[in-house]
């Protein structure tokens, strides 16, 4: 099979496993899967899943390094993407379901309720680099300013996991677990730099 071919076909089932949980949480609200409060439940999946992606999208790098597989790389584009739009339908969940479009009392809810105030800092941050997620975007940019600004994202996913955490009332595990798995990416990240540090001063 043509590595052409090859890349299409994992692209294609990617696209397919990150698109899933929305018609899988269409049927759970539809069914009434999601507990006494539907609502609440589905923003909240929806933010949870925005963040697993955003999660999933940091370890590509690591995967494509570790693994020898640097083709791995062209698709953390479209996974980071898909975590923008899982973010995005939690928002206007949020705007639109839960809210109403009541803007006063979304205004207040941002200055008064701290974890939403982290939350719509990260959903902001997230909006810049969701629009220059294309080769367009990159040119006009050019490589150097694009990666300074897509570092964004090491800011957003601490705010992310924060965001979950603060609005966990009871088990606090799956966000620790979050944290934990954060925590290990950029970790490796900042071993790596060091590493190239290092290297390239034994090398001059």
């Known amino acids: 099979m043509a590595s052409k071919t090859r890349d299409n076909l994992v692209y294609a089932a990617i696209w397919l496993a990150c698109f899933a949980p929305i018609p899988w949480l ?24 925005g963040l697993r992606f955003l999660l999933l999208s940091l370890a590509i790098t690591p995967a494509a390094r570790i693994l020898r597989m640097p083709r791995l790389i062209r698709f953390r584009r479209t996974v980071g993407l898909f975590a923008f739009a899982y973010v995005l339908l939690h928002w206007t969940s949020y705007i639109g379901l839960d809210q109403i479009f009541d803007w006063a009392a979304i205004g207040k809810d941002i200055l008064k309720r701290p974890f939403i105030t982290i939350g719509m800092t990260a959903f902001v941050l997230l909006i810049p680099l969701a629009i220059t997620s294309t080769n367009a975007a990159i040119r006009a ?26 609005l966990v009332k009871a088990d606090h595990r799956p966000p620790l677990i979050y944290a934990a798995i954060l925590a290990l990416l950029l970790g490796w990240r900042i071993w790596h730099w060091a590493s190239r540090k290092t290297e390239s001063r034994k090398a001059a």
Not at 41 to 49: D, E, F, K, M
């Open 26 to 49: 269409a049927w759970s609200l539809f069914n009434g899967d999601l507990g006494a409060n539907p609502i609440e439940a589905l923003i909240r999946q929806l933010g949870v899943w």
């Open 141 to 166: 940019l050019g490589p150097v300013r694009w990666r300074r600004l897509h570092r964004l994202v090491y800011v957003i996913a601490p705010l992310g996991v924060l965001h979950y955490y603060m």
